[in-house]
């Protein structure tokens, strides 16, 4: 509270104020990294969504399942590590380099590679068959490895929309520079101040990067019905106050208030807000969909060939 006189012609008054502090979303929850698993054997990865049970599925709605490869060193290797040929339906993935290089190939016909910094957000919808591998030339060398992959979940109404492939290449994306000049928030998807992303999606998401140097700081503010998380890629911050170490994941309350960071080394954090896709939802193996039903049929549809085709 603050009081200042303001003297005017002929008396003074007395003005009393409460500087208005924004208020800030609490954290709901701190998700310690998980046991690692393998994915094939190229990804060496915590599960943090869907987890250990403990979150309900459509948590972080419309983000079903975030696996984090957390940095990593593989040795050299003649024959590229990774996961053979799978179906999905139903959903998109999307991985997020941050060191190391992977390939893509599907049966839609699109094949990418990206490393560090790139993005590559890959629309299963009706259905695709895919590989997922260490660049070839990468791995023969070797290196730091690190990524996150995303299954971003599809409204039913396009679940069974065409495949698509969108590669997002770093110098693609928008970037703020924050008050420091130079730590930045790079824009996968959505719109940070002046900077959008490129990634087009098919419900409202809001993706970024922020890297920051040691004091960067930037705020953060999203719809309260947006699902939104944190994940520390790289240093220490402060998150509304409160120390969060690399690897962790923070989930925020529903409610509303800004999020502000600030980093107390040289850091990386993903930020994810979504708008919660309120519909039922049946997982399976590789499917994402709304009924069992339809789960059903995406097995009979696979092995009838409609998932097309792609060599091993
Ligand atoms: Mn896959």
Do not use: C
């Not at 139903?90 to 490393?115: N, P």
């Not at 591998?133 to 971003?152: A, C, I």
């Not at 939104?228 to 962790?248: M, P, Q, R, Y």
Request: hydrophobic fraction near 40%; avoid cysteine.
């Amino acid at each position: 509270m603050n009081i200042f006189n303001l003297k005017l012609l002929h008396k003074t008054i007395n003005i009393k104020y409460v500087q208005a502090m924004p208020t800030l979303r609490s954290i709901e929850k701190i998700i310690v990294p998980p046991p690692i698993h393998w994915v094939g054997d190229g990804f060496k990865v915590h599960n943090f969504l869907p987890g250990d049970g403990s979150l309900d599925l459509q948590r972080m709605s419309p983000f079903f399942l975030m696996d984090y490869n957390a940095k990593t060193f593989f040795a050299p290797s003649a024959s590229p590590r990774g996961v053979g040929v799978h179906p999905h339906r139903g959903f998109e993935t999307v991985t997020i380099a941050y060191h190391g290089k992977v390939a893509h190939h599907d049966s839609a016909g699109y094949h990418g590679v990206i490393g560090q910094g790139d993005v590559q957000w890959m629309t299963a919808a009706s259905g695709i068959l895919h590989k997922e591998y260490h660049e070839k030339e990468w791995s023969k060398t070797g290196g730091w490895f690190q990524m996150v992959q995303l299954w971003v979940n599809l409204p039913a109404k396009h679940k069974m929309s065409t495949p698509k492939y969108q590669p997002i290449l770093n110098e693609q994306m928008g970037k703020h520079l924050l008050q420091d000049q130079k730590s930045y928030v790079e824009v996968i998807a959505g719109k940070y101040h002046e900077a959008t992303g490129t990634a087009s999606t098919f419900t409202p998401i809001e993706m970024y990067n922020a890297k920051l140097i040691g004091g960067g700081e930037a705020t953060f503010s999203f719809p309260k019905q947006f699902n939104t998380a944190f994940l520390i890629i790289d240093g220490k911050v402060e998150i509304n106050h409160s120390t969060i170490e690399t690897d962790h994941l923070v989930i925020f309350s529903n409610e509303d208030g800004d999020i502000h960071l600030k980093a107390n080394e040289l850091s990386v954090v993903l930020i994810l807000s979504g708008e919660p896709i309120n519909e039922p939802i049946f997982p399976y193996g590789p499917f994402l969909m709304n009924t069992k039903q339809e789960i059903i049929q995406a097995y009979n549809d696979l092995e009838n060939g409609k998932f097309g085709q792609l060599e091993e």
